[in-house]
């Protein structure tokens, strides 16, 4: 039998935990030092360090269950690649099942205007909705009633549900008073439309996806048109193209009537230019009011109801109250400017812009949406 003389190994041999365990931690610390990623972390060890690593951590024993999951739910590689040359925006939207995004500014929610946009006959599974509210007591209350009506549609019959709902508030204070009389005084224009263009900014910049090839301004108190309203309008394939804003009223005989609403869609005229020339740089036009006669032709004195629907008519300002843009007109730059910009403001300098990017700006007079009358 052999004996063990040396001091060393019979205390080995006697306790070797007391061995082991400042043997493991060394070797430990080795492969910890040695690894790639450590040694990557040393400075000047890689020149060629990137800022982002898209590699899944791993831990002692691998990957974690957790770190896989995560990469599951993740494009590859955490980058996404969209060749918007391809997106297409044209005349056969619906047949093609092109994505439109339906934006609406709210203050106040009108039944008819949901029901009214629920009516609309464009496939709900390329249809995207955006929504607005102030941070207001009316906001409050309306994005109740929202959604409210909101959580019957998505969560009925799938095939009437919209592909994507997105609902903000606004940053930026509103006016107190929404009533109409008030919202329209001249008074509180530039600061009321300053507002609206923050607004309609916002709610663009969030919801307008690489999948979408329309837009459609559609305001909140339009609560009447044709259920073909998206492929109408998309059918004469124009960069902008903007419905007829009118209202449905009683007139003095007590019999229905209906009479212009929207004065926003217009056309430029030598006084409206020479206004603008003689004010100050922070001074905007507003149109429809006597204190500033434009002398501008107004889209919605060229109604004609005998007309036909198709007819189209040049503009040089738009309202927001129907308005279809395709989608690349926004992405190459054109919104609604919150500042004077060639003396014009919110919708009307949204149409300024769009031109000076080269595009088109058209109307359709003899196209009738209606306005909630208050």
């Known amino acids: 039998m052999a004996i063990v003389r040396s001091p060393l190994l019979r205390q080995i041999r006697r306790k070797p935990l007391h061995f082991l365990g400042p043997f493991t931690v060394i070797i430990v610390l080795a492969l910890f030092i040695l690894s790639p990623s450590t040694l990557s972390s040393i400075s000047g060890f890689n020149s060629t360090k990137t800022k982002y ?18 990469q599951s739910n993740l494009p590859g590689n955490h980058i996404s690649h969209y060749d918007l040359n391809k997106l297409k925006s044209t005349p056969r939207a619906a047949y093609n099942k092109e994505r439109i995004l339906v934006l609406s500014p709210i203050s106040r929610f009108y039944n008819e205007y949901w ?13 995207e909705l955006g929504f607005i509210l102030p941070r207001t007591a009316e906001g409050d209350e309306a994005l109740k009633k929202l959604e409210k009506a909101i959580k019957i549609v998505q969560t009925g019959p799938k095939d009437d549900r919209f592909a994507k709902i997105t609902i903000l508030r606004q940053d930026n204070d509103g006016l107190e008073s929404q009533l109409e009389k008030d919202r329209h005084e001249l008074s509180v224009q530039k600061e009321r439309r300053k507002n609206m263009a923050i607004a ?32 109408d309008l998309i059918s004469h ?10 209202q449905r009223y009683k007139n003095d005989k007590g019999q229905p009537d209906i009479r212009p609403y929207d004065f926003n869609n217009w056309v430029e005229s030598e006084e409206g230019l020479r206004i603008a020339e003689n004010m100050a740089d922070d001074e905007i036009v507003v149109e429809g009011y ?48 919150p500042f004077p910009f060639y003396h014009l403001i919110e919708t009307e300098g949204f149409a300024k812009m769009a031109k000076r990017l080269g595009y088109e700006v058209f109307g359709l007079p003899n196209y ?7």
């Open 115 to 127: 029901a009214n946009l629920l009516k609309l006959t464009y496939p709900r599974d390329a249809m």
């Open 53 to 70: 690593n898209y590699t899944p951590k791993t831990g002692f024993f691998g990957s974690s269950s957790k770190n896989k999951n995560f």
């Open 290 to 337: 006597a204190e500033i006669a434009t002398y501008r032709p107004l889209m919605a004195h060229f109604y004609d109801k005998n007309g036909d629907v198709n007819t189209e008519m040049q503009l040089d300002g738009v309202g927001g109250g129907a308005v279809m843009v395709k989608a690349d007109v926004h992405r190459d730059g054109a919104m609604f400017p």
């Open 237 to 246: 394939d124009k960069p902008v193209m903007s419905a007829n804003v009118y």
């Open 368 to 374: 009738l949406v209606y306005h909630y009358n208050e």
């Open 200 to 231: 309609r900014n916002s709610l663009l910049f969030t919801s307008l996806s690489p999948y979408t090839s329309w837009v459609l301004w559609l305001d909140a108190d339009i609560i009447e048109s044709p259920p073909t309203l998206i492929q």
